[in-house]
T-cell receptor, first 114, second 117 residues
Framework: NAGVTQTPKFRILKIGQSMTLQCAQDMNHNYMYWYRQDPGMGLKLIYYSVGAGITDKGEVPNGYNVSRSTTEDFPLRLELAAPSQTSVYFC?????????????FGQGTRLTVV | AQKITQTQPGMFVQEKEAVTLDCTYDTSDQSYGLFWYKQPSSGEMIFLIYQGSYDEQNATEGRYSLNFQKARKSANLVISASQLGDSAMYFCAMREGWKGGGNKLTFGTGTQLKVEL
């Protein structure tokens, strides 16, 4: 059981380049989340989705876009990379079963923008 | 306003002793959930324990227990009999209901725990 899979694990981008961070889960979870974690800091919510076709902004959505065409996949798009987007990105998913379902996390993508 | 506040950026504890990591939260929802996650130096996020707002008993999972004080809006993590492998960053998180924003999961800034011999 793969759980939540993020690709790539590491990436270096030049300023102004674009890329898509991939996230896939095989647990049939409705809820999916993208977070960024800056060095020594907590996780800040970028975007989240409560089901296929439904997405919403989190705390720090500027510079990012998401889509959710299937239950399994929740890609995060960076259109014009900036040094401020250097961070570790985590994708997470959880089941829609009320209060208790914990979020399962991917291994993270370490992105450096130079 | 911070939804989740962890006021201890770093904590030290002697091996085999107990340690309490503080977490306070802010929500106007009646229905919410509180989580603790562990992040070792390798970077993955490991779920530890969960407490629902309507749960009357404090949650326990092995050496982890959650000291839930609803009136004070606190959800402190207690680790008993600390082990060297407990050295990690610990995050408190809250899931609010629809009123709080549609099942968002909000994290605190974390507490770095170091277990010493």
């Amino acid at each position: 059981n793969a759980g939540v899979t993020q690709t790539p694990k590491f990436r270096i981008l030049k300023i102004g380049q674009s890329m898509t961070l991939q996230c896939a889960q095989d647990m049939n979870h409705n809820y999916m989340y993208w977070y960024r974690q800056d060095p020594g800091m907590g996780l800040k919510l970028i975007y989240y989705s409560v089901g296929a076709g439904i997405t919403d902004k989190g705390e720090v959505p500027n510079g990012y876009n998401v889509s959710r065409s299937t239950t399994e996949d929740f890609p995060l798009r960076l259109e014009l990379a900036a040094p401020s987007q250097t961070s570790v990105y985590f994708c997470a998913s959880r089941m829609d079963m009320g209060q208790g379902a914990e979020a399962f996390f991917g291994q993270g993508t370490r992105l450096t923008v130079v | 306003a911070q939804k989740i506040t962890q006021t201890q950026p770093g904590m030290f504890v002697q091996e085999k002793e107990a340690v309490t990591l503080d977490c306070t939260y802010d929500t106007s929802d009646q229905s919410y959930g509180l989580f603790w996650y562990k992040q070792p130096s390798s970077g993955e996020m490991i779920f530890l324990i969960y407490q629902g707002s309507y749960d009357e008993q404090n949650a326990t999972e092995g050496r982890y227990s959650l000291n839930f004080q609803k009136a004070r809006k606190s959800a402190n993590l207690v680790i008993s009999a600390s082990q060297l492998g407990d050295s990690a960053m610990y995050f408190c998180a809250m899931r609010e209901g629809w009123k709080g924003g549609g099942n968002k999961l909000t994290f605190g800034t974390g507490t770095q725990l170091k277990v010493e011999l």
